[in-house]
């Protein structure tokens, strides 16, 4: 009699790009319970004049053109930026899922190794770190700008890169 391999079953489930997460338990008297999570779009990308929609396995999903609209827009440089932005969105999702509906845009800055982010209500760019985002560069994000909205619209850049602190770049405006 064989035995069922758990990881193997798991490896073929998880190729699926509707999958995002993949359970099995194998017991006795050949009792398999296998749970899955269904992934749901994280992010829209045009390319070639073609909405494409990515799961937050990173993976292309196949959805209607329209429905990409409401997703936050990625500008892809090159492939591997898809997995981490990807991911980095999730992170954003599950901590503040409020703030994830607010970005309009996502791309990768490699040259100041940040994930630059643009939201729908305000008017500058959000740099967070590439790595490792975390609940507590959202959450400080969103204690900038609730608390100091009449100040932060002086802003042309803000950098959260680094936890704890906040870089603001002024706009030119400000300077005149």
């Known amino acids: 009699m064989s035995s069922?391999?758990?990881?193997?079953?798991?490896?073929?489930?998880?190729?699926?790009?509707?999958?995002?997460?993949?359970?099995?338990?194998?017991?006795?008297?050949?009792?398999?319970?296998?749970?899955?999570?269904?992934?749901?779009?994280?992010?829209?990308?045009?390319?070639?004049?073609?909405?494409?929609a990515y799961s937050e396995r990173g993976m292309v999903l196949p959805i209607a053109g329209s429905a990409g609209l409401e997703l936050p827009v990625a500008t892809i440089g090159r492939n591997r930026e898809i997995k981490q932005l990807a991911a980095f969105l999730q992170k954003m999702r599950v901590a503040d899922e409020s703030l994830y509906s607010e970005v309009s845009q996502v791309r990768v800055n490699e040259k100041d190794r940040a994930i630059e982010v643009y939201f729908t209500n305000v008017r500058f760019k959000v740099l967070f770190p590439l790595e490792n985002a975390t609940e507590k560069s959202f959450?400080?994000?969103?204690?900038?700008?609730?608390g100091l909205s009449q100040k932060m619209s002086l802003v042309k850049s803000l950098d959260l890169r680094f936890e704890g602190f906040a870089y603001a770049y002024p706009s030119v405006q400000e300077g005149k």
């Not at 008297?29 to 899955?36: A, D, G, L, Q, S």
Request: proline letters at 4%; charged letters at 25%.
């Open 4 to 52: 069922i391999q758990a990881d193997s079953v798991r490896a073929r489930l998880l190729s699926l790009p509707l999958l995002q997460d993949v359970t099995i338990d194998v017991g006795l008297f050949w009792k398999v319970t296998i749970e899955v999570k269904e992934t749901s779009p994280i992010m829209a990308t045009l390319d070639k004049g073609i909405w494409k």
């Open 139 to 146: 959450a400080h994000y969103r204690l900038l700008v609730d």
